[in-house]
Structure formats: structure tokens, C-alpha cells
């Protein structure tokens, strides 16, 4: 059993940054790939980055590749998403999962967090 809990968000002017934390209760969190998703008002959730066991392995979706950055501290039980450049298109529910391998689908991830606001203002 894993239990996530994001940390993070808030209110952030378009150019801005933010970094969110997802910290992991339980021994499986060094050895689960770890992802971010984001959900918008009235639309689907969608995948935003992963990271695999170690960090050796990174993915990121178009829509963020150059602006976010995901890491994890697996002694501190620790992901991160670090967000650069942000804008409007970025405002959401940001979630974080854990599951066995670093797809890029919701039914990759067995584990989820209640989710972190975002809003980026113009």
C-alpha cells in the first residue's frame, strides 16, 4: 500500500514557476515508477511526466517538454515536478501516482494522491 499526498500548488503569474512535491508513505516507493497527471476543469486527465525506479528514465509530454522537470529523492520517499514558464494552458488539478511501470496511461498507476491546485494567471 502506498498513500501520496501532493503539496505545492497555489496561484502563480503566467512566466512563473512552481515546484510540487509528492510525498509516499509505505517500502514499495524506491522500486514504483512515479507520474504526474493534471486534470483541467471539464476535461480529461491527462499524463504530464513520469519517472522510472532509479530516475535514470524520464518522459514528458509535448505540451511540457522543455518547461517541466521531474525528479525523485527516494530516501526522503520524494518526487518533484519542477514547473518553469508556465501559462495559462497550465491550470489544474496536478496529481501524483505510483505504479509498477512508467507508462503514461491512468491504468499504469495503482496509487494516487487527492491532487494539488494550480493556477496560472495571465
Known amino acids: 500500500q502506498v498513500q501520496l499526498v501532493e503539496s505545492g500548488g497555489g496561484l502563480v503569474q503566467a512566466g512563473g514557476s512552481l515546484r510540487l512535491s509528492c510525498a509516499a508513505s509505505?517500502?514499495?516507493?524506491?522500486?514504483?515508477?512515479m507520474g504526474w497527471f493534471r486534470q483541467a476543469p471539464g476535461k480529461e486527465r491527462e499524463f504530464v511526466a513520469v519517472?522510472?525506479?532509479?530516475?535514470?528514465?524520464?518522459y514528458y509530454a509535448d505540451s511540457v517538454k522543455g518547461r517541466f522537470a521531474i525528479s525523485r529523492d527516494n530516501p526522503k520517499n520524494t518526487m518533484y515536478l519542477q514547473m518553469d514558464s508556465l501559462n495559462t494552458e497550465d491550470t489544474a488539478v496536478y496529481y501524483c501516482a505510483a505504479g509498477r511501470r512508467p507508462g503514461r496511461m491512468r491504468d499504469d498507476y495503482d496509487y494516487w494522491g487527492q491532487g494539488t491546485q494550480v493556477t496560472v494567471s495571465s
Open positions: 509505505g517500502r514499495t516507493f524506491s522500486t514504483a515508477s
Open positions: 519517472i522510472g525506479w532509479s530516475g535514470a528514465y524520464t
